[in-house]
C-alpha cells in the first residue's frame, strides 16, 4: 500500500499524500503492529520504477528491495530507541536499472491509534558514498604505500613555527604512541645531537632561502631505538617567492645506511691492508734483495781469495750473512702464519689464566728490573678469540713495556679489559720512555721500525700485533708521552 493511494490513507496520511508525492524524495514507513509498508511516489522514482510497477509491501520492501547485508543493521536501529538526535542510516536498496545504489534514510519513531510506525525520508547518495568509498580506499592504498615504503609526511608553517605537522608514519617512526603535537623544537631533539644542528640549520635555509635539502640522520625514537632517516623539504613559495611552507618526507633508510656503513668500514679495512701488504711486499723484496746480494758478494769474494784465514774471515761473514737470512724468512713466516691461522677456529679464552702464564714466563725479565704488574680482567673474564693470537698478543705488549721500562723509576705494568657498548677493549698501560709520536706516530706499527737505541729491538712485534688484531676485526690505537709512558687500547670486538 503506497501514499498515492487514496481512499486507503487514514488521519494525516490523507492530507499529506500530495505533499509527500510532489518532494524528490521517498517517504516510507512501517507499522510494527500490522507490518504494513507504504511508501511515497518519490520512492518508486528513487528507484526507477514506475507506480505500482512492484509491490508496495514489507516482504518486497525488506527482502527484495533492501540489501541483505544491510538488513540487520536496519532492523537493529529501528528496533533500538529513536530520538530527534537519531542519526540517518546509510544503506542500498534495489533500483530497477543500476542495480543496489546507496541512500541515505532518516528514522523517525510514532506510537498513536494505529500502532507503532517508524518512518523516514529516502534520499539518494550514492554518487557521494562512491566518492567517499574511492576517497577511503584512495586513503588505505596511500597508507599501504607509505607503510610498504617506511615513509612519513611532514610540514611546517613557517608563520607557526612552535607546530609541525606530521603523518601517522611519521609518529609510528619516532614511537610515539599518542599522536602528541610536537614543536619544531621538539620534533629535531628526538635526534641525535650531532645532527640537531644539522636538521635545524637546513630547515631554517629553506624558510629563509626557499632552498630544498635531502639529508640522512640517526634518530632515537621513544622506544630508545636508533634509525636512519633520509628527510627531505621542499619549499613552497607564493607569488612573491615568500616561503609558505616547508613540505617534506622521512623515510627510514636504516638497514640500507647500516649497510652502506659496514661497506665502507670494510672497503676502508682492505684500503688499508692492501696498503700494508704492499708495504710488506717492499720490504720483504728489499732485505731479501740486500741479504742475497751480500752473499753472492762474498761468494765471489771467497772464491777469488787465495789465503787460508781470508777465506775462513769471509766464510764468517756469510755465516752471518745466512742467519740474518734465516731470521728474515723466520719474520716473514710469522706473519704469513697469521694469514693462515685466521681460518682456526674461536674459542673462549679466559683472560686471567692467560696473562699469569705469561707472567710467569717471562719472570726473570719482570724481577730483573723489579716491575710491578697489575691485570684487572673483571670486565670481561673471557672472550672467543684465536687462543694463539690472543697469547701473541699479551706477550709482544708486556714484553714491549719490560723492553722499554724507565730507568729512573720501578715499572708499572697495567693491563685490563673494558667493556662500551657492543664492544671489548683489552688496555696496556706502562711508565715507560714512552714514544715521540709527533715523529713516529705514522710507523708505529710498520715492519722493522724502532724507536729506541734497544740492540734488541727487532721492530716486528708490533707489526705482527697489529695484523692479528685487524685481521679479527678489531683494532689498535696509541697514547704515549715520552718519559711518562704508553698506553695500548685494543678494540678486540
Not at 630544498?212 to 634509525?227: C, T, V, W, Y
Request: proline fraction near 3%.
Amino acid at each position: 500500500m503506497s501514499f498515492f493511494e487514496k481512499g486507503k490513507l487514514s488521519g494525516d496520511d490523507v492530507h499529506l499524500t500530495p505533499l509527500i508525492n510532489d518532494l524528490d524524495t521517498g517517504i516510507w514507513k512501517y507499522n510494527f503492529n500490522t507490518r504494513e509498508v507504504k511508501w511515497s511516489t518519490g520512492f518508486y522514482t528513487l528507484l526507477g520504477y514506475q507506480v505500482n510497477e512492484i509491490e508496495c509491501d514489507a516482504y518486497t520492501f525488506f527482502e527484495h528491495l533492501l540489501y541483505h547485508g544491510d538488513k540487520a543493521f536496519f532492523f537493529n536501529a529501528i528496533n533500538n530507541r529513536i530520538t530527534e538526535d537519531t542519526p540517518p542510516l546509510q544503506l542500498r536498496f534495489l533500483t530497477k536499472k543500476n542495480g543496489y545504489l546507496w541512500f541515505q534514510t532518516t528514522i523517525r519513531k510514532l506510537d498513536d491509534e494505529h500502532g507503532s510506525i517508524v518512518y523516514g525520508s529516502l534520499v539518494n547518495i550514492n554518487r557521494y558514498k562512491q566518492d567517499d568509498l574511492l576517497s577511503a580506499h584512495n586513503q588505505i592504498t596511500n597508507d599501504d604505500a607509505f607503510k610498504t615504503a617506511r615513509l612519513g609526511i611532514w610540514e611546517i608553517d613557517p608563520q607557526n613555527i612552535n607546530a609541525i605537522v606530521l603523518s601517522k608514519q611519521v609518529y609510528d617512526l619516532f614511537d610515539l604512541q599518542n599522536h602528541l603535537k610536537l614543536s619544531v623544537e621538539e620534533f629535531i631533539s628526538f635526534f641525535e645531537p650531532p645532527y640537531r644542528p644539522v636538521l635545524q640549520n637546513a630547515i631554517n635555509h629553506t624558510v629563509q632561502d626557499s632552498k630544498p635539502f635531502d639529508i640522512e640522520l640517526l634518530l632515537r625514537s621513544a622506544k630508545n631505538n636508533m634509525l636512519w632517516l633520509k628527510v627531505k623539504a621542499v619549499p613552497v613559495i607564493d607569488h612573491l617567492g615568500k616561503c609558505t611552507s616547508v613540505k617534506g618526507v622521512i623515510q627510514d633508510i636504516d638497514s640500507e645506511k647500516r649497510k652502506l656503513l659496514k661497506l665502507e668500514q670494510s672497503i676502508n679495512l682492505l684500503t688499508d691492508q692492501n696498503r700494508r701488504l704492499q708495504n710488506f711486499a717492499y720490504i720483504v723484496s728489499h732485505n731479501l734483495r740486500s741479504h742475497t746480494g751480500n752473499l753472492q758478494f762474498m761468494v765471489n769474494l771467497f772464491e777469488q781469495t787465495e789465503t787460508t784465514e781470508e777465506r775462513e774471515e769471509i766464510f764468517s761473514h756469510i755465516k752471518t750473512i745466512s742467519d740474518s737470512l734465516d731470521l728474515t724468512i723466520e719474520h716473514i713466516n710469522e706473519i704469513v702464519k697469521i694469514q693462515t691461522e685466521i681460518t682456526k677456529e674461536q674459542k673462549m679464552v679466559e683472560l686471567e689464566p692467560m696473562f699469569k702464564n705469561i707472567c710467569s714466563a717471562l719472570k726473570n725479565n719482570i724481577e730483573a728490573i723489579n716491575a710491578h704488574i697489575e691485570g684487572d680482567f673483571k670486565q670481561c673474564r673471557e672472550i672467543s678469540y684465536i687462543p694463539a693470537y690472543m697469547e701473541s698478543i699479551l706477550q709482544n705488549l708486556l714484553t714491549n713495556s719490560l723492553k722499554y721500562s724507565h730507568p729512573d723509576r720501578q715499572p708499572i705494568i697495567k693491563c685490563y679489559t673494558l667493556t662500551e657498548g657492543k664492544h671489548i677493549y683489552l688496555i696496556f698501560e706502562d711508565n715507560g720512555l714512552g714514544i715521540d709520536l709527533d715523529r713516529y706516530g705514522d710507523k708505529i706499527f710498520g715492519m722493522y721500525k724502532t724507536f729506541h737505541q734497544n740492540t734488541d729491538a727487532k721492530g716486528i712485534g708490533l707489526f705482527i700485533t697489529r695484523n692479528q688484531i685487524e685481521a679479527l676485526g678489531g683494532s689498535i690505537k696509541v697514547d704515549s708521552t715520552v718519559n711518562v709512558g704508553t698506553k695500548f687500547t685494543i678494540r678486540l670486538v
